[in-house]
């Protein structure tokens, strides 16, 4: 079976279905091609632990400024509460052992760490080929043991990696080209609203799983072929899918892609993420506490986030999320799942222990369920981090048309290393520009623009 197309996208995630949002209008026979049975990509739901679905994925929004909030607001009706980060500290033995604090109660050493990061573009780029991994920078800088813990749960896990795989050349030039401030901004509802206004209109098709693009240089356009015989004809092809299905050779281009672009796609590195969720019969942690960034403990930054009920008698109100990312998630991954429950246990318990109650976490579990990305046929992780060892140029190279036919999108492929949803879907407007000005014979400015 055959269908033809002006453009067809691969991959209804964030970027895809942006793209074909942005595109449908002057290409209103654009068809979007995903391999899972759902849509919406790393944007994903667990339900049932509370009375609101829970995000297993992304959850907080970075920017006021984002093309993501700008549409939320005007065309969704949505509300964002912005919420300072970080909020809280557990600083057990090992690193201090102040206990929990809030973040006005901070000492000097943690401020420092702060400042390091913060001021990070000031520093000295590597030169190609000698990239420095920030472990590696903090130890040149004469940075404590505590310091090192304070940075490895603050901000290599938010990247989604450590701090050995950390970059500085990519995190240098995130953080020059970094817009969207520190604190972080959390819908009035389920991220899924926003897939589903995306795919508003748009013609999809699940269960679709590529396995060649043939583009050719014949002039004749793209053929996309799928695992099961199904082909799909068109004169541009947008590629979306997350970054592991490229490096594992998922799809076949013919010719193959060029050496620039293989370079770059083998050089940049996604990190996986564990999601440990937990409920509880009860609150045992303060009504205005969100988040707690835990230095050298087994999960490094937890969150107890309250929605507005969507699902009445589903779960308990009382939930709590563990975030693991990088090397710390890998070996969740390789753990029993009862062995990541008691332990995650065991540390909400020394987190939260009272005079009265030595174990709230333990003695008021009602459910916990384990997220790992990792086992995500068609995701294969979390998002891409500022990667030791790419060069400069390889987010372009990753980006960058090929024959003029296949276009690339999604948050491996942003310029200004933002892996953040905004970053995806700035992404897809750079790309529904490039294929309009080559399908319409037309410049950059007869491009689609977003309708906010």
């Not at 000031?122 to 310091?147: H, I, L």
């Not at 793209?222 to 695992?227: G, K, L, P």
């Not at 939260?352 to 990792?374: E, H, M, N, Y």
């Not at 990667?387 to 987010?395: I, N, Q, S, V």
Request: glycine share 10%; hydrophobic share 40%.
């Amino acid at each position: 079976m055959e269908s033809y197309h002006s453009v067809a996208i691969i991959g209804a995630g964030l970027a895809g279905l942006y793209a074909a949002r942005l595109l449908k209008e002057k290409f209103p026979d654009v068809v979007v091609l995903e391999a899972q049975n759902r849509i919406g990509g790393r944007v994903k739901q667990v339900h049932g632990m509370a009375p609101w679905p829970i995000e297993a994925g992304p959850e907080f929004v970075h920017g006021r400024n984002s093309v993501l909030v700008r549409l939320a607001e005007t065309q969704m009706g949505v509300t964002f509460s912005e919420k300072e980060w970080p909020d809280w500290w557990y600083f057990g033995k090992e690193v201090g052992g102040q206990g929990l604090i809030n973040d006005e109660q901070v000492d000097d050493e943690v401020d420092k760490v702060h400042d390091l990061f913060g001021e990070c573009e000031n520093e000295e780029v590597p030169p190609p080929g000698r990239d420095v991994s920030a472990a590696e920078w903090m130890a040149r800088k004469g940075c404590t043991p505590r310091q090192v813990a304070v940075a490895d749960a603050c901000y290599a896990n938010d990247f989604g990696c450590s701090l050995r795989q950390l970059g500085m050349r990519e995190m240098i030039h995130e953080n020059k080209k970094w817009d969207s401030g520190e604190t972080y901004l959390l819908m009035d509802r389920s991220m899924s609203h926003v897939v589903t206004h995306l795919a508003q209109g748009a013609n999809i098709r699940t269960n679709w799983v590529v396995a060649a693009i043939n583009y050719g240089s014949n002039g004749n356009g793209v053929t996309i072929q799928a695992e099961d015989g199904r082909v799909v004809r068109c004169k541009a092809c947008l590629v979306t899918v997350a970054l592991p299905v490229l490096q594992k050779g998922m799809i076949a281009f013919n010719p193959p892609l060029p050496a620039p672009k293989a370079a770059a796609i083998s050089r940049i590195r996604m990190g996986n993420a564990v999601k440990v969720i937990m409920s509880f019969s009860r609150r045992f942690w303060s009504k205005d506490m969100y988040d707690v960034v835990c230095p050298g403990a087994f999960v490094p930054e937890i969150w107890m986030l309250q929605h507005a009920v969507t699902d009445p008698g589903a779960g308990t109100p009382n939930c709590v999320v563990g975030f693991l990312a990088g090397e710390r998630a890998d070996a969740v991954s390789r753990m029993d799942s009862e062995e990541v429950k008691r332990r995650f246990l065991a540390q909400l318990d020394e987190v939260f222990a009272t005079s009265g109650d030595a174990r709230p976490a333990s003695s008021s579990l009602v459910k916990c369920q384990i997220v790992d990305w990792s086992q995500e046929k068609f995701v294969g992780g979390a998002y891409t981090y500022p990667t030791l060892g790419a060069e400069a140029g390889d987010r372009a190279a990753l980006a960058a048309p090929v024959a003029g036919k296949v276009f690339f999108a999604g948050e491996a492929t942003n310029e200004d290393c933002n892996p953040c949803m905004q970053g995806a879907m700035d992404t897809a407007a750079r790309a529904a520009t490039q294929i309009t000005a080559v399908l319409a014979g037309g410049a950059a400015a007869a491009a689609p623009r977003s309708k906010l």
